[in-house]
């Protein structure tokens, strides 16, 4: 079993930024893919970036390439999602999520992770 904390959500101005973590507890020395996502009111929870147990590759949906970065310090069982040009549509409930390791390092389906967080909400006013 692994446990998931996010923090560091908030209310920011359009292009702010603001830096999440995701803290594991538990069982983590096997290792995981992790993984952000995203659900905004009245919208269906959708992928945002994934990260491998290595933190060597990483992957990110089209709507936040090139503003969000993934990153993970293994040694402190902990991934972060730094957001820069925030735009009010990033408004949503941000989750942590954790794979074990199937067939790929990466995973972009809610499916395929096995633990969740409780979420962080990030606001971005216009």
């Known amino acids: 079993q692994v446990q998931l904390v996010e923090s560091g959500g908030g209310l920011v101005q359009a292009g702010g930024s603001l830096r999440l973590s995701c803290l594991a507890s538990?069982?983590?020395?096997?290792?995981?893919?992790m993984g952000w996502f995203r659900q905004a009111p009245g919208k269906e929870r959708e992928f945002v970036t994934s990260?491998?147990?290595?933190?060597?590759?990483?992957y990110a949906a089209d709507s936040v390439k090139g503003r969000f970065t993934i990153s993970r310090v293994n040694a402190k069982n902990t991934v972060y999602l730094q957001m820069n040009s925030l735009k009010p549509e990033d408004t949503a409930v941000y989750y942590c999520a954790a794979a074990h390791y199937r067939d790929r390092e990466i995973y972009s389906r809610g499916s395929e992770y096995d633990y969740w967080g409780q979420g962080t909400q990030v606001t971005v006013s216009s």
């Open positions: 538990g069982r983590t020395n096997s290792g995981y893919v």
């Open positions: 990260i491998s147990r290595s933190g060597g590759n990483t």
